[in-house]
């Protein structure tokens, strides 16, 4: 199973970006995926996650301006990201929670290689 990021770039303060990742391979299941972001020199922080029920938590500076979604039968999540300031510079990263394959193995969470994010003028 593999996750793979897509839709970064260069963005001018207050526009928008919409970021996607699709987890592909041999899954039967994933329950909740998540973006974390990581700007250099600080740690990865959560920034929004949804589970299969549709419930959805975002990290306090994405509340408002971005928006979580997901396509359970394709196995993608996205990140709709409007107002972007110059904060939300940084590498974008997504993660599948509980994944169970279709031979029934299960791995807690895998991690996409990460797209970046600039926002600047």
């Known amino acids: 199973v593999q996750l793979v990021e897509s839709g970064g770039g260069l963005v001018q303060p207050g526009g928008s970006l919409t970021l996607s990742c699709a987890a592909s391979?041999?899954?039967?299941?994933?329950?909740?995926m998540a973006w974390y972001r990581q700007a250099p020199g600080k740690q990865r922080d959560l920034v929004a996650n949804i589970f299969t029920s549709g419930r959805a938590n975002y990290e306090d500076s994405a509340k408002g301006r971005f928006t979580i979604s997901r396509d359970n039968a394709k196995n993608t999540v996205y990140l709709q990201m409007n107002n972007l300031k110059p904060e939300d510079t940084a590498v974008y990263y997504c993660?599948?929670?509980?994944?169970?394959?279709?031979?029934?193995?299960?791995?807690?969470?895998?991690w996409g290689q990460g797209t970046l994010v600039t926002v600047s003028s």
């Open positions: 993660k599948a929670i509980r994944v169970t394959r279709t031979n029934w193995n299960r791995s807690l969470e895998l």
């Open positions: 391979g041999n899954i039967r299941s994933i329950d909740g």
